[in-house]
């Protein structure tokens, strides 16, 4: 194969990095020699230990532009709106698009958790900062929505990551699973639940004793 001739550094670099994103999204850690990413971006493998110092070290770059793009998702949609439930329905909007026009970014950040993250502390080290910047960026959107700091809200942050992560999995699974439409809203409903039974204690008692109620008359009474 004919490699590239590359005389600008930044433009080799990027280039290995987009190959290394593609890759590892496409085949995990342990599939994707150096060799063949090598190959596969037409840049000389010297120069991917140059820019990267190591496999792992590209593997790094690779998780760190990854989780950029998503949080930075995150942030820009969570600042639009008029009011909290808008800018939560406009940050899940945003959410949504990334499961359905760039789910490689969430599922690079999920395989390479599993497969690396025991094996190797630093990267796991690496995926635990991506997380708490995520929930942090979420809780940074919560206080600038509502105005003030929500008892618990990096407990509500961390469930919505779940729930989030979740649905991400799901749909890369099977697409067919449940209506990504449907699925948010019902996020959206739970995330509105957490918020206001930690701003108005009261009510969220009220609304536990409701759905409690609700539930048990549905269960089939016994003679």
Not at 9 to 14: D, I, K, L, T
Not at 54 to 66: D, V
Not at 116 to 122: I, L, R, S, T, Y
């Amino acid at each position: 194969m004919t490699r590239r001739k590359n005389t600008d550094p930044a433009v080799s670099r990027e280039r290995i990095l987009q190959v290394a994103l593609e890759t590892f999204a496409e085949k995990g850690y342990s599939a994707a020699g150096v060799d063949a990413l090598a190959a596969r971006s037409g840049i000389a493998k010297t120069a991917i230990y140059y820019h990267f110092g190591s496999k792992e070290g590209l593997l790094a770059a690779a998780i760190e532009r990854a989780s950029s793009a998503w949080i930075e998702g995150i942030r820009s949609a969570a600042q639009e709106g008029d009011g909290p439930d808008d800018r939560l329905r406009r940050a899940l909007a945003g959410m949504r698009a990334m499961v359905e026009e760039r789910p490689w970014i969430l599922k690079l950040i999920q395989v390479l958790a599993l497969e690396v993250g025991d094996d190797k502390p630093e990267i796991q080290a690496t995926i635990r900062g991506i997380v708490r910047r995520a929930r942090d960026t979420i809780v940074q959107g919560m206080r600038e929505a509502l105005g003030l700091e929500l008892q618990e809200a990096e407990l509500i942050a961390s469930i919505f990551l779940a729930l989030y992560d979740g649905v991400a999995f799901g749909h890369h699974v099977d697409p067919d699973l449940a209506p990504l439409e449907a699925v948010f809203e019902e996020i959206r409903r739970v995330v509105m639940f957490m918020v206001a039974a930690r701003l108005n204690p009261d009510l969220g008692r009220l609304l536990d004793e409701v759905t409690a109620g609700a539930y048990a008359r549905t269960l089939p009474h016994r003679s």
